[in-house]
């Protein structure tokens, strides 16, 4: 499929080391072709209607770790070939090629990652972009996954890395989306196309720069007061900087509790919520995306941008389902 693919084409990926990873393996799987790597702007998991103008001018456009809306999709399908790769929740779109084994009934844990799917369909060998994009997307939890615990364990084993060092690779990744750095983001599958091994990511000076400021930040956030109310763990915070997924796992995953942590800094109209929770979000991803918020997730994660005027009832009706 993805070799029959003529004339100019584009890459949409979604801005984290999964994204970037995904779109890394079939850029370099795609060499012989024209294509535009882009993501969306920022925190937004749709394309806006000047991105869907300048679009629609490609022969073929592949989507990597994101679940655009079906409309964006149908408006490119108008005039492109499209492809998807993902394994986020949301509908089978059966107009084009859409490969997402997660919301084909497969086990969620044995596709932790659009890389990891990506990677398997190109039939490559285990490689480390492959795995960053898991870790990326599950962190420290992957360890729970029996499975891919020993996959990256054999991996680290192999290569001479530790856990630790795939971690830091993520989080030196991720600092460019956190920090907001859309130019950087769209060049790093480029930049692995050049480098010699994982000691470039490591070493990367900018990335480590942004670490450090990002780091400031997160602890400066997470140094205000956390409320309790009926066993679920509260937060708002205020910052121009995309690290309330960062600031919702790391007080879900020290507590053991489910979270919800409100952002009002990031937006000028819109506030960004966002939950970890064991019991399945699902249901109200659906009710975020009813009451006409952009709403995502998975099971155990849900974001929302809200407007500001509907944000405590959002964050009521969130409270309610938690109990
Ligand atoms: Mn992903």
Request: glycine share 6%; hydrophobic share 35%.
């Amino acid at each position: 499929m993805l070799e029959e693919l003529q004339g100019n084409g584009l890459l949409i990926h979604h801005w984290d080391t999964d994204g970037v990873c995904s779109a890394y393996l079939l850029l370099k799987h795609l060499s012989n072709k024209d294509i535009k790597n882009k993501t969306p702007g920022l925190g937004n998991y749709f394309l806006t209607e000047n991105e869907l103008t300048e679009y629609q001018a490609f022969d073929f456009v592949i989507i990597a770790d994101m679940a655009l809306p079906k409309e964006n999709i149908l408006t490119l399908a108008k005039n492109a070939k499209v492809m998807i790769f993902d394994h986020h929740l949301g509908p089978v779109i059966k107009e084009v090629f859409h490969h997402n084994p997660v919301i084909k009934g497969e086990d969620p844990n044995k596709y932790p990652s659009a890389s990891w799917i990506i990677n398997d369909y190109l039939k490559n060998p285990v490689n480390l972009f492959a795995i960053l994009g898991v870790l990326g997307d599950h962190e420290k939890r992957i360890q729970n996954n029996s499975l891919f615990s020993k996959i990256i364990n054999d991996f680290c084993k192999e290569n001479n890395l530790t856990f630790d060092d795939l971690l830091n690779m993520v989080f030196l990744i991720d600092s460019n989306y956190k920090i907001g750095d859309k130019v950087e983001i769209e060049n790093i599958p480029h930049l692995f196309l050049k480098i010699k091994d994982h000691n470039d990511i490591l070493n990367n000076s900018k990335w480590n720069k942004n670490l450090t400021l990002l780091n400031d930040e997160i602890s400066k956030q997470l140094e205000k007061p956390t409320e309790e109310i009926d066993g679920l763990l509260f937060k708002k915070i205020h910052t121009q900087y995309s690290i309330i997924s960062t600031i919702t796992r790391k007080i879900a995953w020290e507590s053991g509790k489910n979270t919800l942590v409100i952002n009002t800094g990031f937006f000028d109209d819109m506030d960004e919520i966002y939950v970890r929770s064991s019991k399945n979000l699902e249901p109200m991803i659906q009710r975020g995306k009813l009451l006409g918020y952009r709403c995502g997730g998975k099971k155990e994660v849900l974001g929302s941008i809200v407007p500001k005027e509907q944000t405590d009832s959002f964050v009521q009706e969130l409270i309610d389902y938690l109990k």
